[in-house]
């Protein structure tokens, strides 16, 4: 067993690169899992550029699949896995024994955002090997259809994509506007169209977005560089504003655009990431100056294998294909240039893959 990996690290607010670390061992109920595949996301440009503070050191990365090196004892027991196993884990890996897990908020485990514990409360995954704590409950076998790059889109686009469109809740042949046709803006306009949406409008203006946006299913992509969203989707549903929008964006102006497009009795489901400013204003006259009967709802991708599993499902039976969201390819010694790439989004880049030798 080798001692020492490479891993891509946060070196301080604004600074990335190659490190060597000890490859992590497994306590009783974990794993540790050789790295395979992984996607860069965006949350890892916003936690460069500090918006958690300074994660000084730690090992970024949090949507990868691999196979299984080692088992902890008690994860060994449970019988359900085996060593070279191909394993997918949510970027959410909660413990699903404290309170808030047992209240059914995994994703909030021990404490606000607690389930995300990669590149934010402990080494992330953009390494050769990566630790997974409570493996039973977060280790999802990858059945054999299924490649290592279907899988990857599991452990976030998907789960955060589909969770906004669960959030939503899109009465069935409603209308929904999705706010940014990023890759999970993307997953969540798929969400839409299976959850029985029957108009979904995106918002856009980045060429290759919108050819996508509408190859997942939004009916019509309003370029806001062009016209007013608000107005256009107001015009687009008669004056009566959607049932439901989804924020993925993470800015105080779509947030602010979501409130104002929703109709009366509508929900906004936010899973966009609002990087920076001290709070995020709502709109008082379309929120019906706090009595309109608009539901805000956020949400933070939900983890657990049980998840994974059905997410997988999804994309073995077609229902989703994520594949079209890989822009770029990588090997791991080059995923330097692949994060610079991320923050500026250069080349069209919607996801880069990278793949570990
Ligand atoms: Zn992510
Ligand atoms: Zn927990």
Redesign the pocket.
């Known amino acids: 067993m080798p001692a020492t990996m490479k891993c891509f690290v946060m070196h301080g607010v604004g600074r990335v690169g190659l490190a060597d670390k000890p490859v992590p061992r497994a306590g009783p109920n974990d794993a540790v899992v050789r790295t395979t595949a992984a996607l860069v996301c965006t949350s890892d440009c916003h936690t460069v550029a500090g918006a958690l503070g300074d994660r000084h050191g730690l090992t970024l990365g949090h949507e990868a699949v691999g196979v299984v090196h080692e088992l902890g004892e008690v994860a060994a027991a449970s019988g359900r896995f085996k060593l070279g196993q191909r394993v997918a884990v949510s970027a959410i890996t909660?413990?699903?024994?404290?309170?808030?897990?047992q209240r059914g908020y995994?994703s909030q485990?021990?404490g606000l955002l607690?389930?995300w514990k990669f590149a934010n409360l402990k080494d992330g995954s953009f390494a050769e090997y990566f630790h997974v704590n409570d493996a039973v409950a977060n280790l999802a076998p990858i059945p054999d259809g299924l490649t290592d790059e279907q899988a990857a889109y599991c452990c976030d686009m998907l789960s955060t994509g589909l969770v906004a469109a669960e959030a939503a809740d899109i009465p069935m042949g409603g209308s929904v506007a999705v706010f940014s046709q990023g890759p999970v803006g993307l997953m969540a306009t798929a969400g839409a169209r299976l959850r029985g949406a029957g108009l979904v409008i995106g918002v856009e203006s980045v060429p290759n977005r919108v050819a996508l946006a509408l190859k997942y299913g939004c009916d019509v992509v309003i370029d806001f560089t062009r016209e007013d969203p608000v107005a256009a989707i107001l015009k687009l549903t008669g004056g009566q504003g959607v049932d439901s929008a989804v924020e993925v964006l993470g800015t105080a102006a779509t947030f602010a655009a979501c409130v104002g497009v929703t109709r009366p009795g509508g929900t906004v489901s936010n899973v966009g990431y609002h990087g920076d400013g001290e709070s995020v204003p709502i709109p008082r006259l379309a929120w019906g100056v706090g009595m309109g009967d608009k539901t805000i709802r956020t949400s933070l991708c939900p983890g657990g294998s049980e998840r994974m599993g059905r997410l997988m499902r999804l994309v073995a039976a077609g229902r989703i294909d994520p594949l079209p969201l890989t822009t770029h390819r990588f090997g791991f010694g080059e995923i330097g240039t692949a994060f610079a790439m991320m923050r500026t989004k250069e080349d069209g880049m919607i996801k880069p893959l990278i793949t570990f030798a």
């Open positions: 909660p413990c699903y024994a404290c309170d808030n897990c995994p485990c021990g607690g389930g």
